[in-house]
């Protein structure tokens, strides 16, 4: 196993760090903790992290094209106002983030999870039951015009999703099935079709207790893929084959994000609610913000058109 070198971008005790996404107007990267319901703002220039509370679980965090950033919260959208970040302060009162609409899911049993964007700047969220074990959850893809259709249903845990370089191809991943699946995407209309896996993570090379959550496509069409409990990513080719391992000191990887000048970081998230005292004690890391450098450029990330 290579370990990789990385910097500890924001060292903090997030419960659920996740949702990396770099805003290459702005040159910050936003992301979230879920479970504190916080979006945070970091950019590197400065070194700087704030960050606004939203008094709900927040699965993810994109920039709007017309300004400002949407939210998933709970399981419906919402959108927060840039200047929340103004004051950095980790005890700051919660912000108001204004409902934009709700999505067709159970509540009380599901919430949103990550969500991205395509270079359309349609919006696709994921839903996940909050057991993480009954088949509650789905992908939607929200339109410009808030137009919500449910393209995947029937899923556990959506998680990460990016699409090719070419846009031909969407990733999607359902963490419990260990499989990254692939689609024909269609970049004018936003369809996806003909599922097929791209390949399922063996237990015995992961760990045990390990799945794929978060991903990623950069520059040469290759996906990084987050462990949660695989202490670090795997980077896949487009035709699934493994081509790196990245060790971290962080059991619970969560996510990962281009950032940066020409995209040339990759900013990974990482989870510490859920350990015991001695596997805190092992894993000072845990929930901070980490950066590495992937040897190769990313693609854009998207701002919502809705
Ligand atoms: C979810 C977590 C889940 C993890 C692993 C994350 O995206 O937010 O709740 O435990 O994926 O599946
Ligand atoms: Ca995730």
Redesign the pocket.
């Known amino acids: 196993m290579t370990s990789w070198a990385f910097e500890v971008a924001v060292e903090c005790h997030s419960l659920?760090g996740?949702g990396p996404c770099w805003d290459g107007r702005a040159g910050v990267l936003y992301w979230v903790d879920?479970v504190a319901g916080r979006v945070h703002r970091y950019e590197p220039d400065s070194g700087r992290d704030s960050s606004a509370q939203v008094g709900a679980p927040v699965g993810f965090v994109v920039p709007r094209a017309s300004g400002g950033l949407v939210v998933g919260l709970g399981t419906g959208l919402a959108v927060l106002d840039g200047d929340a970040f103004d004051i950095s302060s980790h005890a700051r009162p919660a912000v108001a983030a204004q409902a934009l609409m709700a999505l067709e899911t159970p509540a009380g049993t599901t919430r949103t999870?990550?969500g991205c964007c395509d270079a359309a700047g349609r919006l696709w969220v994921g839903t996940?039951a909050l057991d993480?074990r009954s088949p509650l959850g789905g992908l939607f893809r929200v339109d410009a015009d808030l137009a919500a259709e449910c393209v995947i249903t029937g899923t556990t845990?959506s998680?990460g999703h990016d699409w090719s370089p070419s846009r031909d191809r969407f990733y999607f991943v359902d963490?419990p099935t260990r499989r990254i699946n692939v689609f024909d995407h269609d970049p004018a209309t936003g369809t996806i079709e003909n599922r097929r896996a791209l390949a399922t993570l063996d237990p015995g090379e992961i760990g045990a207790d390990a799945?794929p959550?978060g991903l990623r496509v950069d520059a040469d069409g290759c996906l990084w893929v987050a462990l949660?409990g695989g202490w670090g990513l795997r980077r896949y080719s487009p035709d699934g084959e493994l081509l790196a391992r990245v060790e971290l000191p962080v059991a619970r990887v969560?996510c990962c994000c281009f950032g940066g000048e020409g995209l040339r970081d990759l900013y990974v998230t990482t989870r510490r609610d859920g350990l015991s005292d001695p596997e805190l004690e092992a894993q000072p890391l845990a929930g901070s913000l980490l950066r590495l450098d992937p040897g190769v450029a990313g693609l854009p990330s998207h701002p919502f058109a809705g």
């Open positions: 659920l996740e879920i999870n990550d996940m993480e845990i998680n963490s799945v959550d949660h969560t």
